[in-house]
Nanobody, 123 residues
Framework: QVQLVESGGGLVQAGGSLRLSCAAS????????MVWFRQAPGKEREFVGG????????LYADSVKGRFTISRDNAKNTMLLQKNRLKPEDTDVYYC????????????????WGQGTQVTVST
């Protein structure tokens, strides 16, 4: 079991930057593949990006590629999402999730979730 808590959300102007954190507690963080999803009201959760257990492999959605960067610090049990050149369409609740296997883009494949953090990008 691993418990996840997101932080760092807030209000930012378009073109700005924001960094989200996902702090993990419980069993060894380093064995988990970690991902970010986002969700708008009334819509399904959308894959944003993910990172494998040692940070050697990352995967991003086309919509964020080149603007968002995922990293992790296994010594601190933390995953980060650096978001640059933000757009109004990046407004969503952002969730981190974990699983003990390879990166996938399907929310149903992940059994451990945080509570989410709201990001609002204004024009």
């Amino acid at each position: 079991q691993v418990q996840l808590v997101e932080s760092g959300g807030g209000l930012v102007q378009a073109g700005g930057s924001l960094r989200l954190s996902c702090a993990a507690s419980g069993r060894a963080f380093s064995v988990y593949t970690m991902v970010w999803f986002r969700q708008a009201p009334g819509k399904e959760r959308e894959f944003v990006g993910g990172i494998n257990w040692n940070g050697g492999n990352t995967l991003y959605a086309d919509s964020v590629k080149g603007r968002f960067t995922i990293s992790r610090d296994n010594a601190k049990n933390t995953m980060l999402l650096q978001k640059n050149r933000l757009k109004p369409e990046d407004t969503d609740v952002y969730y981190c999730a974990a699983r003990r296997s390879t990166i996938t883009t399907m929310a149903a494949d992940f059994g451990f979730w945080g509570q989410g953090t709201q990001v609002t990008v204004s024009t």
